[in-house]
T-cell receptor, first 112, second 116 residues
């Protein structure tokens, strides 16, 4: 069973702080990693994808991938109340299927 | 443009009704997906079409019937649904199966379905 684990939260951070969201996965052969943001009642919106070990930055968002430790994280700098949402981690595992496995999501609350 | 559209936005139906959900993308993507999502749960894969052929059916009950009329359209036909089928139904597309950035899925806004 290929698993993707996220802490369901909620993770509460003050406005302006750094929010750190973590995701671990069980399949060592996983190759592609995605972060989606989902507001309540809305569909998932792609924030970032990462394939290589290390950091990838896009604006206030940084994805960090460590394949040896089998985790991927998302850092949100200067958090805003509008960042309050559920963040889904999705992992494309090895093998014939190119379908991502989704984690349960972490609820983030940014309070003023 | 990374837009996937879905209609209707909301749907209320009785258990004896027949209805259809529609999904459309004009990004030239060759893979299209149907997901079901319940509150506070991750999206749950239902069907995958690749190059207009059904590639994956995740043991979905026959009351859900997918159809891919062409490379831009994906339908989900609904018949004799149960109240527990009430959920957000999401369509997604991706460029294909070639790996790398092409694997990225883009989601439509979803159809909120309520079965009475």
């Amino acid at each position: 069973q290929k698993e993707v684990e996220q802490n369901s939260g909620p993770l509460s951070v003050p406005e302006g702080a750094i929010a750190s969201l973590n995701c671990t996965y069980s399949d060592r052969g996983s190759q592609s990693f995605f972060w989606y943001r989902q507001y309540s009642g809305k569909s998932p919106e792609l924030i970032m994808f990462i394939y290589s070990n290390g950091d990838k930055e896009d604006g206030r968002f940084t994805a960090q991938l460590n394949k040896a430790s089998q985790y991927v994280s998302l850092l949100i700098r200067d958090s805003q109340p509008s960042d309050s949402a559920t963040y889904l981690c999705a992992v494309k595992t090895s093998g014939g299927s190119y379908i991502p496995t989704f984690g349960r999501g972490t609820s983030l609350i940014v309070h003023p | 443009d990374t837009e996937v559209t879905q209609t209707p936005k909301h749907l209320v139906m009785g258990m004896t009704n027949k209805k259809s959900l529609k999904c459309e993308q004009h990004m030239g993507h060759r893979a299209m997906y149907w997901y079901k999502q319940k509150a506070k749960k991750p999206p749950e894969l239902m069907f995958v079409y690749s190059y207009e052929k059904l590639s994956i059916n995740e043991s979905v009950p026959s009351r859900f019937s997918p159809e891919c009329p062409n490379s831009s359209l994906l339908n989900l036909h609904l018949h004799a649904l149960q109240p527990e089928d009430s959920a957000l139904y999401l369509c997604a597309s991706s460029q294909g199966w070639s790996g790398g950035a092409a694997e990225t899925q883009y989601f439509g806004p979803g159809t909120r379905l309520l079965v009475l």
